[in-house]
């Protein structure tokens, strides 16, 4: 079995679109207090949970075709997505330590995805 790019495409913006919903989680969590309307009418978490959702249509029809050994490390994607955003919105330093992570996950992807 051999994983079609249209499978590769769908899983890559399912990782993009997860690591938004991690934004917005973000977000939606900075503002809850001991009130549960802060829960309850929290847009952000709840866009965050939406976008989660949505990450996962995607996933879903991404993996229905392909091998699921090369599709689901992709997923990891997301990680360096979320760690863009971090560093965008929320001002976070990125380490050389994280760096070396993001080359990590991208080495990886890559060995899963030559072929033989």
Do not use: D
């Amino acid at each position: 079995m051999s994983t079609p790019a249209r499978s590769i495409f769908l899983v890559l913006i399912a990782s993009f679109i997860g690591s938004f919903g991690a934004v917005f989680l973000k977000f939606g969590a900075g503002r809850l207090h001991r009130r549960i309307s802060t829960l309850l009418f929290n847009w952000r978490l709840a866009a965050g949970v939406a976008l989660y959702l949505l990450s996962f249509v995607f996933y879903f029809l991404g993996v229905r075709e392909g091998e699921l050994s090369v599709l689901y490390p992709m997923v990891a994607l997301g990680y360096i997505w979320t760690m863009f955003w971090s560093r965008l919105f929320f001002g976070e330093p990125l380490t050389r330590r994280k760096a070396g992570g993001i080359l990590l996950i991208l080495a990886g992807v890559a060995l899963l995805n030559f072929p033989g």
